[in-house]
């Protein structure tokens, strides 16, 4: 009897087992295949709907034939503009379309949805092979689906290719929106009920209709307004045929269209026409006709439009090149005009860059229909540098800070005090010494200080977060409106987030490296020592003992030049991972910078940990005590079904 309670302990042991492993299995694939943004094989799907702006779902571009929704879902303009292998929409609930949202997607045939919104034909424009499907449409309200066509209330929205060459418009239709039928090949179109005189208003067409095209507009007499359209505004006009109800006499007006020049001549025919109105001249590219023919009483009628070619317009360029002092080419100017530029007087003197450059002759330099003027440099700008040298109280130099300017510092006043990580310096002379274009101040720390070193702060608060060093600009260097005027961009490197062992961090700035003046860490300039500035436009690289001396948090680095500033954030953690992020900074009156906001960018996970893999451990741990308990000590034996018990 003992064995075989352990003969049925290890039979329920092995089930239990084989119940865990098989539930995982089921369990990790069906996690495995939802993925985060709903995209499976060739299908992406919005289990409570939602909206796809442009990009969204560009990496599956080629791919994608289905999407399904289930819940009110937007589709922003172009956001599945040319996605080639797009089949079907489904969506449950209301689909909103942008313009231009499904634009060139040939191979979409099915677009379906309890309800629409939004659309306009270009929503639609190059889907050849589509057909609508709308379950709660009421016709004559809203969107619906009428004869294959889609409408909005009592107009004809835009009608598929698939309808062939005839098309009969539904009863009770006002207009006909722009567009509509230019994805069609339709050549003889009807009114339902003969109420063509019910149509008010037709959009531009682009591409419809093509010559020798029937209207059957019966319901509606000469004069009415969808006549006059298809007979003299319409593409094509006066090579359409309109058919109508005649009232009063039937006027029949033949027009020939000739050109001065010889180079085309046509008979156009305008039937039904009623006295008073007005035939104006088709419109022929490369010609110009002005003229136009009202519509007299007689029965049958004739006139000429003359066309006269276009007199090709030409544009000159007039540029204003730029030399230095030494001749070498600074920047070239240009404007464009349709007056000929043979009377023209070039200013005197040219002002790029609040450098002044005068005019070397007033003869330009000819090619083609291009003028050149040239201007040089009245004389070279000198760039100054002003440097601050600081000493610790035993005479040995701890640092030394400087600028830039270009104007003449002979007149300079500095600092009495300067103030370098926490450490008063006093001016030894206000008598700076000067070499060649630099001025050196030098300054001393008194016996009583402490703590002389790179990596401090001078004035304007204290950092945030780490030792970041700063310096004293001189007074007039950088204007108040440059502190305040975010005139550059970051291009590289902003927003990122690192740690505080990753090394160096590089930014990029697209600022002109000659005109910045200093960076800045949280509002306080830092030591020059912390970080190298290289060319093409402005690349700012922080040693890497700099990052990992900074605080964890939010940091903003500021590129200050003479004329303006780009600001980014800085991300310190204590792990070591980089991404990018977005952290707004916004500047103050007084130069100082508020707290960033950051945009979170932690990348997210389909489903997360799944609570059914725990019960899959249970199950297994069940069906291991239970085999330990039957002591048996050969598994294999057991899921062979062999029964050593009996």
Aim: aromatic share 10%.
């Amino acid at each position: 009897m003992v064995r075989k309670k352990k003969g049925l302990l290890k039979k329920i042991g092995c089930i239990l087992i084989s119940v865990s492993i098989i539930f995982t299995g089921v369990t990790f694939f069906g996690t495995f295949n939802s993925e985060a943004d709903g995209y499976s094989g060739t299908t992406y799907t919005l289990d409570s709907g939602g909206t796809i702006s442009v990009g969204d779902l560009d990496e599956y571009q080629s791919d994608l034939t289905d999407i399904n929704s289930y819940g009110a879902t937007t589709v922003e303009s172009y956001a599945l503009a040319d996605f080639s292998s797009l089949n079907s929409i489904s969506v449950s609930g209301t689909l909103d379309v942008g313009s231009y949202a499904f634009y060139g997607d040939s191979s979409l045939s099915s677009v379906t949805c309890t309800s629409m919104s939004g659309a306009d034909a270009t929503s639609f424009s190059g889907c050849y092979s589509i057909a609508f499907g709308i379950s709660g449409q009421t016709i004559g309200s809203g969107y619906y689906v009428y004869n294959s066509a889609l409408y909005n209330g009592t107009t004809l929205v835009y009608v598929p290719r698939s309808v062939g060459s005839s098309y009969t418009i539904r009863s009770g239709t006002t207009s006909i929106a722009s567009g509509a039928f230019d994805d069609t090949t339709v050549t003889e179109l009807n009114f339902e009920s003969n109420s063509a005189a019910n149509i008010t208003s037709i959009g531009s067409h682009s591409n419809w209709p093509t010559a020798g095209t029937t209207i059957n507009a019966y319901g509606a007499t000469a004069s009415d307004y969808i006549v006059e359209y298809f007979t003299t505004e319409c593409l094509n006009a006066g090579s359409v045929i309109v058919n109508c109800d005649e009232t009063g006499d039937s006027i029949t007006v033949t027009i020939t269209e000739t050109a001065e020049d010889g180079s085309f001549e046509e008979v156009l025919t305008y039937r039904d026409q009623s006295a008073g109105s007005t035939i104006n001249p088709t419109s022929r590219e490369g010609y110009t006709c002005d003229d136009s023919y009202t519509v007299t009483s007689a029965t049958e009628q004739t006139y000429t439009f003359e066309y006269t070619a276009n007199i090709p317009v030409t544009t000159y360029t007039i540029k204003y090149q730029l030399l230095d002092s030494s001749g070498n080419e600074v920047t070239t100017q240009e404007i464009t005009t349709t007056t000929d530029p043979g009377s023209y007087s070039p200013q005197s003197t040219y002002t790029y860059n609040e450098t002044t450059y005068t005019l070397k002759s007033s003869t330009p330099t000819i090619s083609g229909t291009t003028y050149i003027y040239v201007y040089i440099a009245d004389a070279t700008i000198t760039t100054y540098t002003i440097k601050y040298q600081l000493l610790d109280s035993s005479g040995n130099e701890v640092t030394t800070q400087e600028i830039t300017t270009t104007t003449d510092p002979g007149s300079y006043s500095p600092q009495s005090t300067y103030t370098y990580n926490g450490t008063a310096h006093t001016l030894v002379s206000s008598t700076p010494t000067v070499s060649g274009t630099t001025y050196t101040y030098v300054y001393k720390a008194s016996s009583s200080n402490n703590g002389e070193g790179g990596g401090g702060n001078s004035g304007g608060g204290s950092s945030s977060g780490g030792s970041s060093s700063s310096t004293t600009v001189a007074t007039g260097t950088v204007s108040d409106t440059a502190k305040t005027t975010q005139s550059y961009h970051i291009i590289e490197g902003a927003g990122q987030i690192v740690g505080k062992n990753d090394g160096t961090v590089k930014i990029v700035c697209d600022g002109p490296v000659d005109k910045l003046a200093y960076i800045l860490m949280d509002g306080n300039v830092v030591d020059k020592g912390n970080y190298t500035i290289q060319s093409g436009s402005t690349i700012l690289t922080f040693t890497a003992n700099y990052v990992a001396s900074l605080a964890e948090g939010d940091h903003a680095v500021q590129f200050q030049y003479t004329d303006g500033y780009a600001v980014t954030g800085l991300r310190i953690t204590n792990g070591a991972t980089k991404t990018t992020t977005t952290v707004t900074y916004k500047v103050s009156s007084d130069g100082s910078i508020s707290s960033g906001h950051t945009k979170d960018t932690t990348p997210k996970t389909a489903d997360g940990f799944d609570n059914r893999y725990l019960l899959c451990l249970g199950i297994f741990l069940l069906g291991a005590g239970a085999i330990l308990l039957s002591r048996q000590k050969k598994l294999e034996a057991i899921l062979a079904g062999e029964e050593e018990d009996e």
